[in-house]
């Protein structure tokens, strides 16, 4: 069977990791969740002590990136690939909200992004990938096959969010998952180095309303027809 590169982007909150984790499963592809490397390199940078009141400490950051190893290792209990940041296994800790809060900030930095989108084109260099984020299919893999692009209202999303992070026994406000929501929506979309937008070639999915099987078959089927052409 033909391999393709399946790039899917779209607004925090929208169940791309999920989408993506089910797709690469169903055709057996690897799986690559970009915003769990930011969210890495966002927590190295808390932990250094680079990040202070919500703002980040570029310069040190910058200066550091040669100490950030990330790695992808699968776990087969779970069935998908978790984090790692310099040998430890991360995942659970950069779910959370406070790394959540500074993710888009260091996610905009011309370097970070230079760094971590050379990582992901080796890793899709060989097609039979599905690769989630916010730029796969304008930056990362302009020439993907397909493109899905997901959004869904603000309001549905932070409630989505508010239930997994309660679920994980995180103390949180729904007003404060909504601001959290809005305020990621706007640093990814209008940020000056490869900003959150639809590529021209890709397949939209409001999710709002729509129930997590029936997006799941409807993609299933895009992929199918690239694959089979």
């Known amino acids: 069977m033909k391999k393709i590169t399946i790039a899917i982007d779209g607004f925090s909150s929208t169940g791309k990791s999920t989408l993506a984790k089910q797709l690469a499963k169903k055709l057996h592809y690897i799986y690559v969740d970009t915003g769990a490397m930011y969210r890495a390199v966002t927590l190295f940078a808390m932990r250094a002590g680079f990040v202070e009141n919500s ?8 200066d550091s990136l040669d100490a950030i190893d ?12 978790e984090m790692f940041l310099n040998g430890e296994n991360v995942e659970k800790e950069i779910r959370t909200m406070p790394v959540s809060k500074n993710v888009s900030q260091v996610a905009e ?5 230079k760094k971590l989108v050379g990582m992901q084109q080796i890793m899709g260099a060989d097609k ?17 096959e ?3 692009f997901m959004t869904a209202s603000p309001e549905k999303r932070a409630v989505r969010r ?5 679920d994980r026994g995180e103390d949180v406000k729904y007003a404060d998952i909504l ?36 997006q799941f078959q409807r993609i299933y089927e895009h ?6 052409k």
């Open 162 to 166: 508010y239930k997994e992070l309660l």
């Open 55 to 62: 703002k980040i400490d570029k310069i040190p950051l910058i």
């Open 179 to 214: 601001e959290n929501v809005q305020k990621r929506d706007y640093i990814d979309s209008n940020r000056a180095i490869s900003p959150l937008k639809k590529a021209d070639d890709a397949i939209e999915f409001d999710n709002s309303d729509l129930g997590l099987e029936d």
């Open 109 to 113: 930095l011309e370097l970070v992004r």
């Open 128 to 144: 039979g990938m599905v690769m989630d984020g916010r730029d796969i299919g304008t930056v990362v893999f302009p020439d993907a």
């Open 146 to 148: 397909l493109k899905i």
């Open 70 to 81: 990330l790695k992808f290792v699968f776990n087969a209990d779970l069935g998908f690939a």
């Open 223 to 228: 992929a199918l027809r690239f694959i089979n």
